[in-house]
Nanobody, 123 residues
Framework: VQLQASGGGLVQPGGSLRLSCAVS????????IGWFRQAPGKEREAVSC????????LYGDSVKGRFTIFKDNAKRTVYLQINSPLPEDTAVYYC?????????????????WGQGTQVTVSS
């Protein structure tokens, strides 16, 4: 199982950014992909997760209405669209995957991780 996260960078408050998570090495429809983030001195937290079979998604309370997770089956890629970012969204963003019986977005349930991509929100 391999996950490759990309797309991070410096973005101004109120701007937009799109993260990508390209995956390989497992049967696409069986898994859940999640985006998580970790700021300095803080624990890794869930941002959003998506069921690759039916596209159902969950969002953390702090990003609802601003972030959107979506997938491209043909490209085997999951995206996180970040709109109206805030300085508190600054973190290293990771994508992870898990084989779950139901859609959940808890960090401890995810087995495989990408390398992380830095998102910095600053004017």
């Amino acid at each position: 199982v391999q996950l490759q996260a990309s797309g991070g960078g410096l973005v101004q408050p109120g701007g937009s950014l799109r993260l990508s998570c390209a995956v390989s090495g497992f049967t696409w429809d069986y898994y859940t992909i999640g985006w998580f983030r970790q700021a300095p001195g803080k624990e890794r937290e869930a941002v959003s997760c998506i069921n690759l079979s039916d596209g159902r998604a969950l969002y953390g309370d702090s990003v609802k209405g601003r972030f959107t997770i979506f997938k491209d089956n043909a490209k085997r890629t999951v995206y996180l669209q970040i709109n109206s970012p805030l300085p508190e969204d600054t973190a290293v963003y990771y994508c992870g995957t898990a084989l779950l019986p139901a859609l959940e977005c808890r960090v401890g349930l995810y087995d495989f991780w990408g390398q992380g991509t830095q998102v910095t929100v600053s004017s």
